[in-house]
């Protein structure tokens, strides 16, 4: 009994721990098709009510195994909470120089992350994150889904 009670006290105390850290996380399943149409823009909404912790904000790619492309190139439109915009386009590499896939394969899916805000304070309020594509074509095949996710971090001077 007493090993019972011990281990959901360790249990408790493990998911608390985590959902501290954690503010924010979405992710947004494509059709069966798995097409990202170009016009397809994505938004994440998240809000900061600390702004005394430094953050990760993290982009969540899944594609495909065997992905067709070497990278994928992203654009991410971030808008704080006074209104202020910033724009970012990423060349989201799919495979190293040598053709060898960077992501984590389970069977057909191949999930992958880049840190596209990394150990930085946000200011409190709400945050609009867009993310869309600038593929040649009107869209990107294979896509199975794309994802974001806020957490806050130990500050290691």
């Not at 938004?43 to 990278?71: P, R």
């Not at 994150?129 to 806050?152: A, Q, T």
């Amino acid at each position: 009994m007493k090993a019972k009670i011990i281990l959901l006290l360790l249990t408790t105390t493990v998911l608390f721990s985590c959902s501290e850290k954690g503010i924010y996380n979405k992710f947004i399943e494509f059709p069966e098709n798995h097409r990202w149409f170009k016009s397809d823009k994505k938004t994440f909404n998240f809000t900061i009510a600390d702004d005394t912790k430094l953050y990760d904000v993290v982009f969540k790619f899944s594609h495909v195994y065997d992905y067709q492309f070497d990278s994928v190139p992203i654009r991410i439109d971030v808008t704080n909470p006074s209104g202020e915009s910033e724009f970012h386009t990423i060349d989201f590499n799919i495979k190293d120089s040598s053709g060898k896939p960077l992501a984590d394969c389970s069977g057909d899916v191949c999930d992958m992350t880049m840190k596209i805000i990394e150990k930085s304070k946000l200011t409190k309020g709400m945050y609009k994150i867009e993310i869309y594509h600038d593929f040649k074509n009107s869209y990107l095949p294979n896509v199975i889904g794309i994802g974001l996710e806020v957490d806050s971090i130990k500050d290691n001077k």
